[in-house]
Structure formats: structure tokens, C-alpha cells
């Protein structure tokens, strides 16, 4: 028997275009102005959405470590940027500490996430892992009171919508899903 109503809805989701879509690598673009990493990932994705469009979004570890264009000084509106970590390993030894290692190269201790604690920390005894306008990439103090951090944005790169590449947060290695 044929039902309308699960036919409109399977042809609304099979016919919707997304502004992103799979398979879309992403380019390092800027930083905004400063925010505290205890807004939430949602907080921190919408401040790079209002300074640097609607497609933007708080970039991965990978994404500014592959970029080959830096974002030019007027993309640069906070000293350092926020970004996703990217864990890769850990120290393998459980009678030493345990050190969390980022794409960046940077580690971190259990303690200290890399990423203000799920975002929801603005304490100086956790930390997040930042860019500046250098390029330069370390573990900050998520107190960033006395400090100039925002949110290192990116973009989709424009070249890669839609390509039957795999991207894995910037990079082709990733296995197919």
C-alpha cells in the first residue's frame, strides 16, 4: 500500500542540498575576536559562523597544521585561536604519566584535556590547544583573563566540494566509510 506521507517526507530528506557537503576538506581562515573556551563547542562554532560566515566552524588540529595559505593580518582578530585537538596516541606506560599527544605535536597530561575540558572550563589549571598569527602551536591556559584568544576558523575549501576524495579533518588517508 502506498503511504504519501512517508513518501514526502523520504523525497524532503533525499532531495535536501546541503551548504557543506561529504567529502569537503576545510582551510584555515582566521581568528576571531576573543571568547572564553567555556562557551561550549556550539558557542565556539557560532562566534567563527558570525565573523567569517555561515559555513565556518572552529578548525581541527590537522586543518591548521596542512595549511600552505596563512590567513592574511586582517583575518587575525585575537593574538591565538582555539582549536579542536586531534589525539594521535599516548604514552603506553601506565606507571608513568599519562600524556595525551595532538597532531600538532603538542601533549597534554588526563588532566588537562587540551580542550578546556569539553570546553566548559575557563580555569587555569585545565588547557586548550591554540594557534597564533605565527603559526606557532602550544598548550594554553584555558584563564585566558589576562589574554587575547578567540576561535581558530575554518572553511570549506571550495575546491574539494563535492569530490569523490575521503577527507578525515583535512586529510585524503582516511578509509573509506
Known amino acids: 500500500m502506498f503511504k504519501p506521507f512517508a513518501f514526502s517526507v523520504f523525497f524532503l530528506l533525499s ?67 582555539w582549536m579542536r585537538p586531534v589525539f594521535i596516541g599516548s604514552t603506553p606506560n601506565p606507571s608513568v604519566v599519562t600524556l595525551l599527544f595532538d597532531f600538532s605535536g603538542t601533549t597534554f597530561g588526563l588532566s588537562n584535556t587540551g580542550n578546556c575540558q569539553g570546553w566548559s572550563s575557563n580555569l587555569g589549571d585545565n588547557r586548550g590547544v591554540t594557534v597564533d598569527g605565527a603559526g606557532k602551536i602550544n598548550s594554553s591556559d584555558c584563564d585566558v583573563s589576562d589574554d587575547s584568544v578567540g576561535v581558530a576558523c575554518c572553511l570549506p575549501n571550495p575546491d574539494s566540494a563535492g569530490s569523490d576524495a575521503v577527507f578525515c579533518n583535512g586529510f585524503e588517508s582516511c578509509p573509506n566509510p
Open 15 to 81: 532531495s535536501s542540498t546541503f551548504a557543506v557537503q561529504p567529502g569537503t576538506s576545510w582551510l584555515y581562515e582566521g581568528i576571531t575576536t576573543t571568547i572564553s573556551p567555556s562557551s561550549g563547542l556550539a558557542g565556539l562554532d557560532n562566534h567563527c559562523k558570525t565573523e567569517f560566515g555561515p559555513d565556518a566552524r572552529m578548525c581541527f588540529s590537522t586543518e591548521v597544521v596542512s595549511t600552505s595559505n596563512w590567513p592574511v593580518a586582517e583575518k587575525l582578530k585575537s593574538t591565538r585561536g
